[in-house]
């Protein structure tokens, strides 16, 4: 099942739709945008995509032993 969002991705601008995975059992986020140009994924939490880029701080998941934000 796709479903087209609000959601934008960060790499294009193109919209992102939400797929669910048969194999995997879970949805994740794909851009919409041409493959070509961009064939970003990304990851769900709680219904909304994760649109963290690999070095990113992640407020919502912080350091068990300092408490700052942990980074992709």
Not at 9 to 31: E, F, M, Q, T
Request: charged share 30%; glycine share 6%; aromatic share 6%.
């Amino acid at each position: 099942m796709e479903t087209k969002t609000k959601h934008q991705c960060p790499k294009c601008g193109n919209d992102l739709k939400r797929i669910y995975s048969k194999k995997k059992s879970k949805h994740y986020w794909a851009c919409m945008g041409p493959e070509e140009l961009c064939d970003a994924i990304y990851s769900e939490r709680n219904g909304e995509p994760v649109l963290l880029v690999f070095g990113d701080p992640d407020p919502t998941c912080p350091c068990p032993e300092c408490g700052a934000p942990m980074r992709m």
